[in-house]
């Protein structure tokens, strides 16, 4: 079986394919050009993250695939129906990197509660306010999670040590209620949720999702954390809230102008999404980090180590 990786992985996953049996060729600045021209007629395995979508175009041009390894967990690069259609078989390993995000999403809430940036940069200025800095206790709060999957357990796990109430709300998942975490309706969810954290797909249901009417169904005004994808958050209506004191602080990961690939800000359309963006860069409350939650020494090697669990599982000698 032949495979081509289209995009920087551990070299685990490589590593483990050829010791059996399969042909590993790394393709790593193939074009999609190049692809619809038939550069991969023969493979009959792919490796890729988000540098390039696998749309129905693509599948045509690769008539053996039988497989495609998403190293990560969103899988919108990939069009599922078209694969589905095709009995090709989607692999992701959103396990790889949950600790990771699960410990980021934490990170980022101790450092708004305990107000951490702001201590930081004041002692760094030789300047000594400690009423200033007189912070929250993050398990005094109830903190809702929406979007049960993997990630969103993962948090939960983090969370259960620091004793705040944990509820989780999932439109597609149900009996999921642990030692962990209460599941409850949408309904409960806005009403009792005073930190949320938002762990769903990109999808064409959740792209946009959280808008000013969503954010209009809480009871409480609320913390906001998104380490999902940029585009499940209409930012302009985000930063409405915060103005209104509707949201009183955010940390996003991920931004709704991030690049189809991932890898930086180059959705920058129009000049109100400039003006949103320079609101989102010069606000007090708002944290932010490059898309980096699931980005650590450990996830790298395990995102590979789980997909060549899942690869070696169904096809393996």
């Given at each position: 079986?032949?495979?081509?990786?289209?995009?920087t992985?551990?070299?685990v996953?490589?590593?483990?394919?050829?010791e059996n049996?399969f042909?590993?060729?790394?393709?790593?600045?193939?074009s999609?050009?190049?692809?619809?021209?038939?550069?991969?007629?023969d493979?009959?395995?792919?490796?890729l993250?988000?540098?390039i979508?696998?749309?129905?175009q693509l599948?045509?041009?690769?008539?053996?695939?039988?497989?495609?390894?998403r190293?990560g967990?969103?899988?919108?690069n990939i069009n599922?129906?078209?694969?589905?259609?095709r009995?090709?078989?989607?692999?992701?390993s959103?396990?790889?990197?949950?600790d990771?995000?699960?410990e980021?999403?934490?990170?980022?809430?101790?450092?708004?509660?305990?107000?951490?940036?702001?201590?930081?940069?004041?002692?760094h200025?030789?300047?000594w306010?400690r009423?200033?800095?007189?912070g929250?206790?993050l398990?005094?709060?109830?903190?809702g999670?929406?979007?049960y999957?993997v990630?969103?357990?993962?948090?939960a796990?983090?969370?259960?040590?620091?004793?705040?109430?944990?509820?989780?709300?999932?439109?597609?998942?149900?009996?999921?209620?642990?030692?962990y975490?209460?599941?409850?309706?949408?309904?409960?969810?806005?009403?009792?949720?005073?930190?949320?954290?938002?762990h769903?797909?990109?999808?064409?249901?959740?792209?946009?999702?959280?808008?000013?009417?969503?954010?209009?169904?809480?009871?409480?005004?609320?913390i906001?954390?998104?380490?999902?994808r940029?585009?499940?958050v209409?930012?302009?209506d985000?930063?409405?809230?915060?103005?209104?004191?509707q949201?009183?602080?955010?940390a996003?990961?991920?931004?709704e102008?991030?690049?189809?690939?991932?890898?930086?800000?180059?959705?920058?359309?129009?000049?109100?999404?400039?003006k949103?963006?320079?609101?989102?860069?010069?606000?007090?409350?708002?944290?932010l980090?490059p898309?980096?939650?699931?980005?650590?020494?450990?996830?790298?090697?395990?995102?590979?180590?789980?997909?060549a669990?899942?690869?070696?599982?169904?096809y393996?000698n």
């Amino acid at each position: 079986m032949r495979v081509a990786i289209l995009d920087t992985v551990h070299p685990v996953l490589k590593t483990r394919l050829i010791e059996n049996g399969f042909e590993c060729e790394e393709h790593l600045l193939l074009s999609r050009t190049e692809i619809q021209q038939g550069n991969l007629r023969d493979i009959q395995g792919i490796v890729l993250r988000s540098r390039i979508r696998i749309d129905d175009q693509l599948l045509d041009a690769m008539p053996q695939l039988q497989w495609i390894a998403r190293s990560g967990s969103g899988l919108e690069n990939i069009n599922l129906q078209a694969a589905k259609s095709r009995d090709i078989r989607v692999y992701n390993s959103p396990e790889g990197n949950s600790d990771a995000v699960g410990e980021h999403v934490l990170g980022m809430l101790l450092m708004i509660m305990h107000k951490l940036r702001s201590c930081d940069t004041s002692v760094h200025e030789k300047v000594w306010e400690r009423e200033k800095h007189r912070g929250m206790e993050l398990g005094s709060k109830t903190i809702g999670i929406i979007g049960y999957g993997v990630m969103g357990k993962a948090l939960a796990t983090k969370l259960r040590g620091i004793g705040c109430k944990i509820i989780a709300y999932d439109k597609y998942t149900t009996g999921f209620s642990d030692e962990y975490v209460t599941e409850v309706t949408e309904e409960e969810f806005f009403r009792r949720s005073e930190i949320v954290s938002v762990h769903l797909p990109l999808t064409d249901e959740t792209n946009g999702l959280i808008d000013a009417a969503w954010i209009a169904r809480f009871s409480n005004p609320f913390i906001f954390v998104n380490s999902a994808r940029g585009p499940v958050v209409n930012t302009k209506d985000l930063l409405d809230a915060l103005d209104a004191n509707q949201v009183t602080s955010i940390a996003l990961d991920v931004l709704e102008f991030e690049g189809r690939s991932l890898e930086g800000l180059t959705s920058i359309g129009t000049t109100d999404d400039e003006k949103t963006l320079t609101r989102l860069l010069e606000s007090p409350n708002v944290y932010l980090s490059p898309h980096v939650a699931g980005w650590t020494t450990e996830s790298y090697f395990k995102l590979s180590h789980y997909l060549a669990d899942k690869i070696l599982n169904d096809y393996s000698n």
